[in-house]
């Protein structure tokens, strides 16, 4: 079993910044695939991005590429999110994610295992 635990989600202006947190507990999260999805309102979940147990992997969904970054430090089971030059468009609760490589999904992981959510809101 995973556990997995969202911090550092807030208001901030388009144009800002802010770093998610995504704490792990469970002896699989170094050779998991992690990720984050997001989910607005009255939308479908969508990907976001995802980083390979190595960290030397990540994929990114179009419309974030070039304005957030994965990464990962697997000594502290924890996966982060950075977000820069955020627009409205990016306000979603978002949800970190972990499983097991599978090329069949998007970040080709199968998110067995989700955290809770943490609400991000980018003011025009």
């Known amino acids: 079993q995973v556990q997995l635990v969202e911090s550092g989600g807030g208001l901030v202006q388009a144009g800002g910044s802010l770093r998610l947190s995504c704490a792990a507990s469970g002896r699989t999260f170094s050779t998991y695939t992690m990720g984050w999805f997001r989910q607005a309102p009255g939308k479908e979940r969508e990907f976001v991005a995802a980083?390979?147990?190595?960290?030397?992997?990540?994929y990114y969904a179009d419309s974030v590429k070039g304005r957030f970054t994965i990464a990962r430090d697997n000594a502290k089971n924890t996966v982060y999110l950075q977000m820069n030059s955020l627009k409205p468009e990016d306000t979603a609760i978002y949800y970190c994610?972990?499983?097991?490589?599978?090329?069949?999904?998007?970040?080709?992981?199968?998110?067995?295992?989700w955290g809770q959510g943490t609400q991000v809101t980018v003011s025009s």
């Open positions: 994610a972990t499983g097991a490589f599978d090329r069949r999904f998007l970040g080709y992981f199968d998110p067995a295992y």
């Open positions: 980083i390979r147990w190595s960290g030397g992997i990540t």
